[in-house]
């Protein structure tokens, strides 16, 4: 991959922590680029990263001195992490090892990238490099899934060949790649001002106190949309049903668990909001009645009277102050066919349709693809992080909202 040159170089002061993995090596290469795309860039180590690379090198590639302890002499008030913090317009810690991963998700500041860590009001970007048994094991996702919360960005890891000599997922990404992320996202302000509306997750429909309908989906995809149009300067508020995930922080986050929740919850916000995005996989059906204790399995219950679940997206589009009305469409054959169908049907502005059902994209995987559909045009948005998916499928509603409305 290579790093688009931007017309504007963007003077960016970027803080760069670097851990003790083999990783460390191609975190030179990520000096390298960062500063040919016009930004500043100051490096910090932990121990064990000296013993990977010298400071040396970081020192005469970033034309900076190279900081690794906490407490440093050398500073004016010995408070060097946090006038480093204070400097980074974003910090940046590649290769991140699954130790410092841990204590960031805790909160430890045991050493000076944790510190900084924590001492950082800048967006955070983590770009992980570890053993692919180490990246699996529950408790680093689970670490991963608590600083996803706290709005931290990760860059990869991707899958392929390791140093200790294993095949799976816990590449550091490439720099060019990790580059790219910082350059493109660093233009947050397009939507300034902009109330963004966004289902998330799936709904539940009871039986009865125990059992209930419901669709696949694990919030991932709409949770990083909020994500990507809240650091894009919207004020966003998020609908969601049940998912096991850490809610972005600074959003107005709204817990539904039924279809009928998530309508009421929608419905009586979407007049006042000026973008809707709904990427809840709401049931389509319901039980007509919720059985108020748990059937046995004596009783037999063969059949479930059914009745179809108020469409919300159609109706925010029917709205008489209808905002941008963006929807989405799952599907597991003839994908263009069926998206049109739902975005001439339901008069949406604008609809994003996803694979389901296979091995790659679509529900509970980190991964999705996008095929954009709108009157008179389309985009295609290839397979990737959803967070990077979730950002670029902001910047194209952004451009359709803005033509809309003239600006
Ligand atoms: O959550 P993840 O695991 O990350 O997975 C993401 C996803 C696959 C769930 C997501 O990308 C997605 O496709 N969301 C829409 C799923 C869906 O219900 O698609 P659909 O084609 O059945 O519905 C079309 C549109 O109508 C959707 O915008 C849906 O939110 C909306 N709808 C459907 C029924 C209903 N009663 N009300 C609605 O608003």
């Known amino acids: 991959m290579t790093v688009t040159n931007l017309e504007t170089p963007i003077k960016k002061h970027v803080l760069l922590a670097i851990c003790g993995g083999i990783a460390a090596y191609k975190s030179a290469e990520l000096v390298r680029l960062l500063r040919k795309q016009g ?3 100051r490096v910090v180590m932990t121990h064990s990263a000296r013993e990977f690379v010298s ?27 946090i006038n480093l913090a204070r400097w980074a317009d974003v910090l940046v810690i ?7 991963i841990a204590k960031c998700a805790h909160g430890l500041a045991d050493d000076l990238v944790s510190t900084l860590f924590l001492a950082a009001t800048c967006p955070v970007y983590m770009a992980p490099a570890m053993n692919q048994a180490m990246w699996n094991k529950t408790i680093t996702q689970e ?18 060949d390791q140093a200790c000599g294993e095949t799976g997922k816990g590449r550091m990404a490439e720099p060019a790649e990790i580059c790219q992320r910082l350059l493109l996202e660093s233009k947050s302000d397009i939507l300034q001002g902009v109330k963004v509306l966004i289902s998330a997750g799936p ?14 989906s694990s919030g991932k995809m709409g949770f990083a949309l909020a994500r990507a149009a809240s650091r894009a300067g919207a004020q966003v508020s998020l609908v969601s049903g049940p998912v096991n995930l850490q809610p972005p922080p600074h959003l107005d986050v709204i817990h539904v668990e039924t279809a ?14 000026d973008i809707y ?20 399995k004596k009783d037999s219950l063969t059949t479930l009277l059914l009745h179809k679940t108020k469409d919300i997206l159609a109706d925010v589009a029917q709205l008489k102050n209808a905002p941008f009305t963006v929807g989405f469409a799952a599907e597991t054959n003839d994908l263009a066919a069926y998206a049109q169908a739902k975005l001439s049907g339901k008069k949406l502005d604008m609809i994003a349709a996803n694979w389901v059902g296979r091995e790659q994209g679509g529900f509970d995987s980190n991964q999705n693809a996008l095929e954009i559909f709108w009157k ?24 359709r909202f803005n033509e809309k409305n003239r600006i």
């Open 203 to 216: 709904t539940r429909e009871y039986i009865d106190p125990v059992r209930y309908i419901t669709n696949r």
């Open 260 to 273: 009928a929740q998530m309508y009421d919850a929608v419905i009586s916000r979407a007049s006042k909001t």
């Open 55 to 81: 400071p040396l090198t970081f020192q005469a590639l970033s034309g900076n001195p190279v900081h690794t302890e906490l407490l440093d002499v050398e500073e004016e008030n010995a408070m060097g992490h």
């Open 143 to 160: 670490n991963i899934r608590q600083l996803e919360g706290c709005e931290v960005l990760f860059i990869g890891p991707n899958a392929g």
């Open 39 to 41: 930004c500043e860039v």
């Open 376 to 399: 008179n045009g389309k985009a295609s948005l290839p397979m990737t992080d959803k967070n990077q998916l979730a950002e670029q499928l902001i910047n194209l509603i952004t451009t």
């Open 277 to 296: 995005i709904g990427a809840a996989a709401v049931a389509d059906y319901s039980p007509r009645v919720m059985e108020k204790e748990k059937v046995k």
């Open 94 to 100: 590649a290769p991140a090892t699954a130790n410092t």
